[in-house]
């Protein structure tokens, strides 16, 4: 594994420029930037840009500053706020081109922005490990159902316990046939019409498709739809609209045909060990390379964006959105959660920043709804 990332990472800093790195405080981009100093050495001048949040609870900071330290990388940080987005709202959702559901989208984008302001014109992400080397937490109910269906009752007690309720209930939807899980689904009240959403409109229109699963082996099927349906295809759009717009070139040496098609030859347990480790052969091919507290991390946040504090500062926006109502969506409710948003107590689940969006994408592109 490790000489495979190796050989990649290699393979991506040929350049006639200087070549950077995103860093988000988590494994793949701290595994990127130490391989780069492993395989190029004191020749190399290391630049890594990253997002760190103005709320506590969400910043990585301290982790991309350990990465960047220990491998020797100069280390460059953005912080957008709420205003910051309104401004550049009308530009993101052109550059976009189409809806996209978090203003993480939008802290990618400063990314790259900074990394032009830098004179940096291509950067190596991350992109892909996570679907490839099983990441996500999702992957341990898949890796649980996969041992149950295939008689693998000590394997699954260890996932259980490792994985704790969590992992049993992230099993249970993927072992019932598809009728039973959409009954399941509405009995936990996630398969009905939202509030928000006009029943009628909901009605005319045809249902999303999504994916089955084809095979006992509920984890590999996991990973295919992750990485061709759900997860990563949007991913890469982001990714390639944002650094483009900068004109900066975004490199991945974790999607190339060698380290995909060894990744996807393991069994379940070098991804998703008996202790519920995801990456657990990556972790394993990094150790000594990439800091321990890093490759040890279980509470790695994602890029998440302090949405409901960017909302709550964003007011005109909102006040535009109750009202312009979109056709899908009951204008009652939709005034209520924006009201909700301007006092910072938006909703959980997006939903305000998601009709904003569609709602500003609509506009942008004059599509009728």
């Not at 149950?148 to 969590?166: F, I, N, Q, T």
């Amino acid at each position: 594994m490790r000489d495979l990332f190796f050989n990649s990472v290699t393979l991506h800093l040929r350049s006639d420029v200087p070549v950077g790195v995103t860093l988000s405080g988590g494994i793949d981009s701290s595994a990127i930037v130490m391989a780069m100093r492993a395989v190029g050495g004191d020749r190399v001048d290391l630049h890594g840009f990253g997002y760190r949040a103005e709320t506590a609870a969400l910043d990585e900071g301290r982790w991309m500053s350990l990465a960047a330290e220990r491998a020797g990388a100069i280390l460059h940080t953005t912080t957008p706020h709420g205003t910051n987005l309104a401004a550049d709202l009308a530009a993101l959702v052109v550059q976009q081109a189409e809806p996209f559901p978090t203003t993480s989208i939008y802290a990618q984008s400063c990314v790259y922005r900074l990394a032009r302001e830098t004179g940096i014109k291509v950067t190596l992400d991350g992109q892909g490990a996570d679907e490839l080397f099983a990441g996500y937490p999702t992957y341990i109910g898949a890796r649980l159902a996969s041992a149950l269906c295939a008689g693998e009752v000590g394997a699954a007690l260890s996932l259980l316990k490792a994985g704790g309720l969590r992992a049993g209930a992230r099993a249970l939807p993927l072992m019932l046939p598809s009728g039973m899980r959409d009954l399941l689904l509405r009995a936990a009240g996630k398969g009905e019409t939202p509030a928000w959403l006009v029943p009628e409109w909901a009605r005319d229109e045809p249902g999303l498709s999504v994916p089955r699963y084809r095979r006992r082996d509920r984890f590999h099927d996991r990973l295919e739809q992750t990485l061709f349906d759900l997860s990563l295809p949007a991913l890469l759009r982001f990714c390639d609209h944002n650094s483009m717009a900068h004109s900066v070139e975004s490199r991945l040496p974790f999607l190339t045909p060698e380290v995909a098609r060894f990744a996807l030859s393991l069994p379940a347990a070098y991804l998703v060990d008996r202790d519920a480790t995801t990456k657990s052969v990556f972790r394993r091919a990094m150790r000594g390379l990439v800091p321990d507290p890093i490759l040890d991390r279980r509470d790695k946040i994602g890029f998440v964006t302090p949405e409901g504090v960017w909302l709550e500062q964003m007011g005109a926006e909102l006040v535009e959105l109750a009202a312009g109502a979109l056709p899908m969506l009951k204008p009652t409710q939709v005034r209520a959660a924006c009201d909700r948003a301007q006092t910072g107590d938006a909703p959980r689940d997006g939903r305000v920043w998601r009709w904003l969006n569609l709602l500003l994408w609509s506009r942008s592109f004059d599509v009728r709804l």
